[in-house]
């Protein structure tokens, strides 16, 4: 995080120009609205793009989310997409954008970096889980146990001291985010100071 100075004044990148960040290697995890944003893809540890229409090189991609999987012609190249293993997906046109066709793949929730599910359903244990993304917020039950949710809208969270990590797609969801478009917080009662977390991921407030 030490590569983006102020991150109150990103608006809706992580990074407000490629440039900010010297060392894509130490970034971690980028979001850009425009993949003209990043020069060097190779480089980039993990990507969240838009459309995969903005990556033209996913053989280089460390980890790579898409809205869906018809988006990537390359899968054997990408080493992960949002996949612990890409072998874990055995027919990756049906997977939409999951981590895993199916739960199965995954025999120890504990052990999963991170998980998309489409259904809640695919997640017996909540509280296993290192990071869930869910469609909607219904889908979980005990926010305390989720090490990190995704919601569509804010409303469906009343306790944000529970959450492990949260990830707003539009600010008016947020009372007090600064100038940011959105971020994704350790947890949100410690994130006073933007330039203290650990980790942020920013996303267009009209995502």
Do not use: H, T, W
């Amino acid at each position: 995080m030490s590569d983006c100075q102020d991150l109150g004044a990103c608006g809706a990148l992580l990074f407000p120009k490629m440039s900010d960040c010297q060392d894509l290697d130490a970034c971690g995890a980028l979001l850009y609205l425009k993949m003209s944003d990043c020069q060097d893809l190779g480089a980039s540890g993990a990507l969240l793009f838009p459309k995969m229409s903005d990556c033209k090189d996913l053989g280089a991609c460390g980890a790579l989310m898409f809205p869906k999987m018809s988006d990537c012609q390359d899968l054997g190249a990408c080493g992960a997409l949002l996949y612990l293993k890409v072998s874990d997906c055995q027919d990756l046109g049906a997977c939409g954008a999951l981590l895993f066709l199916k739960m199965s793949d995954c025999q120890d929730l504990g052990a999963c970096g991170a998980l998309l599910f489409p259904k809640m359903s695919d997640c017996k244990d909540l509280g296993a889980c290192g990071a869930l993304l869910f469609p909607k917020m219904s889908d979980c039950k005990d926010l305390g146990a989720c090490g990190a949710l995704l919601f569509p809208k804010m409303s469906y969270c009343k306790d944000l001291g529970a959450c492990g990590a949260l990830l707003f797609l539009k600010m008016s969801d947020c009372q007090d985010l600064g100038a940011c478009g959105a971020l994704l917080f350790p947890k949100m009662s410690d994130c006073k100071d933007l330039g203290a977390c650990v980790r942020c991921i920013i996303v267009s407030q009209d995502e």
